[in-house]
């Protein structure tokens, strides 16, 4: 699938994204957390799709993220919600990397189960 953005924009340097502390950052008045996963950076809602909460002040472990309101968790590579919620998965976005820098696309491009 060839999807080419309109723009993309500088949002962080390589370096300061981390496996287990997500990055926030904003986009078009929405949360989006940075995280390296399985060595690669990935772009995930950042706002918890059952209240909202901040994923990004959420904990990071065994490949889940856990949100710190009520504990629902979200698998890191998919962003599939873990059992015995039936929430959404998390919406991942459209990243790239040149320089040492993050570029987020514009307007945000999800990608999705197989990308
Ligand atoms: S806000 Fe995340 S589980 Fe309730």
Not at 68 to 95: E, I, N, Q, S
Request: hydrophobic share 40%.
């Amino acid at each position: 699938m060839d999807i080419s953005p309109q723009t993309w924009r500088a949002v962080a340097q390589v370096d300061d994204v981390s496996e287990t502390e997500p990055l926030e950052i904003a986009a078009e008045n929405r949360s989006v957390m940075l995280l390296r996963i399985a060595g690669e950076i990935r772009a995930l809602q950042g706002n918890c799709p059952h209240a909202a909460a901040r994923l990004a002040k959420g904990r990071v472990e065994d490949g889940w993220l856990h949100c710190p309101h009520h504990k629902a968790r979200f698998r890191l590579t998919d962003g599939v919600c873990g059992p015995g919620w039936g929430l959404p998965a998390l919406l991942r976005y459209m990243v790239k990397l040149e320089d040492e820098t993050v570029y987020l696309a514009e307007p945000l491009v999800t990608v999705g189960k197989d990308d």
